[in-house]
Protein backbone atom coordinates (compact mmCIF):
# COMPACT_ATOMS: atom_id res chain seq x y z
CA UNK A 1 0.00 0.00 0.00
CA UNK A 2 1.08 3.33 -0.77
CA UNK A 3 0.37 6.44 1.58
CA UNK A 4 0.77 9.41 -0.23
CA UNK A 5 0.84 12.82 1.39
CA UNK A 6 -0.46 15.94 -0.36
CA UNK A 7 0.32 19.26 0.22
CA UNK A 8 -3.32 21.56 0.17
CA UNK A 9 -3.07 22.69 -3.65
CA UNK A 10 -2.14 19.19 -4.53
CA UNK A 11 -5.59 17.94 -2.70
CA UNK A 12 -7.43 20.75 -4.04
CA UNK A 13 -6.42 19.41 -7.51
CA UNK A 14 -8.04 15.93 -6.68
CA UNK A 15 -11.06 17.14 -5.15
CA UNK A 16 -11.57 19.19 -8.08
CA UNK A 17 -11.08 16.31 -10.87
CA UNK A 18 -13.17 13.91 -8.25
CA UNK A 19 -10.62 11.66 -7.48
CA UNK A 20 -11.67 9.56 -4.58
CA UNK A 21 -8.93 8.07 -2.31
CA UNK A 22 -9.27 6.45 1.09
CA UNK A 23 -7.75 8.16 3.60
CA UNK A 24 -6.76 5.47 5.85
CA UNK A 25 -3.11 3.21 5.81
CA UNK A 26 -1.64 1.09 7.66
CA UNK A 27 1.54 1.21 9.07
CA UNK A 28 3.47 -0.91 6.62
CA UNK A 29 2.61 1.56 4.21
CA UNK A 30 5.19 2.88 1.56
CA UNK A 31 5.27 6.76 2.11
CA UNK A 32 5.08 8.98 -0.53
CA UNK A 33 4.54 13.04 -0.78
CA UNK A 34 2.82 15.02 -3.60
CA UNK A 35 2.92 18.51 -4.47
CA UNK A 36 1.77 20.44 -7.45
CA UNK A 37 3.67 23.37 -8.73
CA UNK A 38 3.39 25.86 -11.96
CA UNK A 39 6.60 24.97 -15.09
CA UNK A 40 5.35 27.42 -18.00
CA UNK A 41 1.67 28.30 -16.79
CA UNK A 42 1.12 24.25 -16.93
CA UNK A 43 0.46 21.90 -13.79
CA UNK A 44 3.31 19.63 -12.96
CA UNK A 45 3.71 17.55 -9.96
CA UNK A 46 6.49 16.44 -7.92
CA UNK A 47 5.87 13.23 -5.53
CA UNK A 48 8.92 12.20 -3.63
CA UNK A 49 9.37 9.05 -1.33
CA UNK A 50 9.92 9.42 2.30
CA UNK A 51 13.03 7.21 2.94
CA UNK A 52 15.20 8.00 -0.61
CA UNK A 53 13.93 11.20 -1.20
CA UNK A 54 13.68 10.38 -5.43
CA UNK A 55 11.70 12.38 -6.98
CA UNK A 56 9.19 11.34 -9.49
CA UNK A 57 8.20 14.53 -11.92
CA UNK A 58 4.55 14.76 -13.84
CA UNK A 59 4.63 17.32 -16.36
CA UNK A 60 1.50 19.52 -17.93
CA UNK A 61 -1.07 17.00 -15.78
CA UNK A 62 -5.12 17.49 -16.96
CA UNK A 63 -8.00 17.23 -14.96
CA UNK A 64 -8.63 13.91 -16.35
CA UNK A 65 -5.14 12.75 -15.17
CA UNK A 66 -5.78 13.83 -11.56
CA UNK A 67 -9.25 12.15 -11.56
CA UNK A 68 -6.83 8.77 -12.06
CA UNK A 69 -3.50 9.83 -10.02
CA UNK A 70 -3.03 6.38 -8.62
CA UNK A 71 -3.26 5.07 -11.64
CA UNK A 72 -0.76 7.20 -13.22
CA UNK A 73 1.58 7.14 -9.78
CA UNK A 74 1.70 3.12 -9.58
CA UNK A 75 2.52 2.91 -13.31
CA UNK A 76 5.33 5.01 -13.01
CA UNK A 77 6.85 3.73 -9.97
CA UNK A 78 6.94 0.43 -11.63
CA UNK A 79 7.96 2.26 -15.31
CA UNK A 80 10.94 4.44 -13.65
CA UNK A 81 12.02 1.24 -11.40
CA UNK A 82 12.47 -0.88 -14.28
CA UNK A 83 14.60 2.00 -16.24
CA UNK A 84 16.41 2.58 -13.23
CA UNK A 85 17.38 -1.00 -12.06
CA UNK A 86 18.15 -2.36 -15.47
CA UNK A 87 18.19 -5.74 -14.59
CA UNK A 88 19.50 -7.88 -17.18
CA UNK A 89 17.35 -11.68 -16.35
CA UNK A 90 13.77 -11.25 -17.73
CA UNK A 91 12.41 -13.21 -14.90
CA UNK A 92 14.20 -11.11 -12.04
CA UNK A 93 12.74 -8.19 -13.44
CA UNK A 94 9.28 -9.73 -13.96
CA UNK A 95 10.01 -10.99 -10.02
CA UNK A 96 10.69 -7.22 -8.80
CA UNK A 97 7.85 -6.02 -10.69
CA UNK A 98 5.11 -8.61 -9.02
CA UNK A 99 6.50 -7.14 -5.55
CA UNK A 100 6.23 -3.34 -6.49
CA UNK A 101 2.83 -4.31 -7.56
CA UNK A 102 2.01 -5.72 -4.69
CA UNK A 103 3.89 -2.62 -2.66
CA UNK A 104 2.46 0.10 -4.66
CA UNK A 105 -1.47 -1.10 -4.47
CA UNK A 106 -4.16 0.09 -3.58
CA UNK A 107 -3.11 3.82 -2.81
CA UNK A 108 -4.72 5.87 0.08
CA UNK A 109 -4.19 9.96 0.39
CA UNK A 110 -3.91 12.37 3.35
CA UNK A 111 -3.66 15.84 3.55
CA UNK A 112 -0.23 16.91 5.48
CA UNK A 113 3.52 16.86 4.55
CA UNK A 114 6.01 16.14 6.73
CA UNK A 115 8.44 19.45 6.96
CA UNK A 116 11.68 17.86 5.83
CA UNK A 117 10.61 15.84 3.18
CA UNK A 118 8.61 19.37 1.85
CA UNK A 119 11.96 21.34 2.38
CA UNK A 120 13.46 19.03 -0.22
CA UNK A 121 10.53 19.28 -2.71
CA UNK A 122 11.07 22.93 -3.09
CA UNK A 123 14.32 22.58 -3.50
CA UNK A 124 13.53 19.91 -6.25
CA UNK A 125 10.62 22.71 -7.45
CA UNK A 126 13.90 25.46 -7.24
CA UNK A 127 15.68 22.97 -9.69
CA UNK A 128 12.88 21.75 -12.12
CA UNK A 129 12.39 25.79 -12.98
CA UNK A 130 16.01 26.45 -13.71
CA UNK A 131 16.41 23.02 -16.13
CA UNK A 132 13.32 23.84 -17.68
CA UNK A 133 13.94 27.84 -18.46
CA UNK A 134 17.44 27.93 -18.96
CA UNK A 135 18.67 24.62 -19.26
CA UNK A 136 16.09 22.74 -22.00
CA UNK A 137 13.98 25.87 -22.27
CA UNK A 138 10.83 23.49 -22.84
CA UNK A 139 8.87 21.05 -20.64
CA UNK A 140 9.39 17.51 -21.19
CA UNK A 141 7.17 15.67 -23.82
CA UNK A 142 6.80 12.49 -22.57
CA UNK A 143 7.64 10.08 -20.18
CA UNK A 144 10.66 9.19 -20.87
CA UNK A 145 12.07 12.90 -21.01
CA UNK A 146 10.23 13.29 -17.44
CA UNK A 147 12.56 10.77 -16.17
CA UNK A 148 15.49 11.88 -17.55
CA UNK A 149 14.73 15.54 -16.42
CA UNK A 150 14.25 13.88 -13.17
CA UNK A 151 17.43 12.35 -13.40
CA UNK A 152 19.13 15.76 -12.78
CA UNK A 153 17.30 16.69 -9.81
CA UNK A 154 17.62 12.50 -8.23
CA UNK A 155 21.66 12.93 -8.98
CA UNK A 156 21.74 15.78 -6.58
CA UNK A 157 22.97 15.01 -3.39
CA UNK A 158 20.93 15.55 -0.49
CA UNK A 159 20.69 15.13 3.30
CA UNK A 160 17.89 14.34 5.78
CA UNK A 161 18.32 15.53 9.61
CA UNK A 162 19.95 12.98 11.52
CA UNK A 163 21.86 11.47 8.05
CA UNK A 164 25.94 11.78 8.95
CA UNK A 165 26.87 12.24 5.37
CA UNK A 166 25.09 13.80 1.87
CA UNK A 167 23.54 10.66 -0.46
CA UNK A 168 22.25 10.53 -3.93
CA UNK A 169 18.26 9.49 -3.98
CA UNK A 170 18.91 7.54 -6.98
CA UNK A 171 21.12 5.43 -5.70
CA UNK A 172 19.43 5.12 -2.45
CA UNK A 173 15.88 4.08 -4.22
CA UNK A 174 17.75 1.57 -6.26
CA UNK A 175 19.85 0.02 -3.67
CA UNK A 176 16.18 -0.09 -1.71
CA UNK A 177 13.96 -1.80 -4.68
CA UNK A 178 17.13 -4.16 -5.56
CA UNK A 179 16.80 -5.11 -1.78
CA UNK A 180 12.96 -6.21 -2.47
CA UNK A 181 14.78 -9.31 -4.04
CA UNK A 182 16.97 -10.32 -1.25
CA UNK A 183 15.94 -13.87 0.24
CA UNK A 184 14.51 -13.15 3.70
CA UNK A 185 17.34 -13.73 5.78
CA UNK A 186 17.31 -17.02 8.20
CA UNK A 187 16.14 -16.90 11.52
CA UNK A 188 16.20 -19.43 14.37
CA UNK A 189 13.30 -18.98 15.90
CA UNK A 190 11.57 -22.26 15.97
CA UNK A 191 7.68 -23.22 16.06
CA UNK A 192 6.75 -24.44 19.22
CA UNK A 193 4.51 -26.80 18.14
CA UNK A 194 7.47 -28.25 15.57
CA UNK A 195 9.60 -28.12 18.69
CA UNK A 196 7.24 -30.37 20.67
CA UNK A 197 6.55 -32.91 17.75
CA UNK A 198 10.80 -33.32 17.18
CA UNK A 199 10.74 -33.86 20.95
CA UNK A 200 8.87 -36.38 21.02
CA UNK A 201 10.65 -38.49 18.17
CA UNK A 202 13.25 -38.56 20.37
Not at 14 to 26: D, E, F, G, H, P
Not at 31 to 60: D, N, P, Q
Not at 129 to 142: I, K
Not at 143 to 160: A, C, I, M, W, Y
Request: glycine share 4%.
Amino acid sequence: MIHLHSSKVFSDDLAKAKCVLSSSANGSAWHWYAHRITLMRKKCVIVMEEASRYALVFVGLKQKDFSRFDQILTGRILAEASWLCDLPQPETNKRLMAVLEQKSSPVCCSQGLDRSVQAHIRQVADELEYLVRYRFERLPESPDEEFVLGSFVNDTLRKRGGDKDYFSPQEKWRESLLALLAPPEKTNVVNLADFRKGRGNV
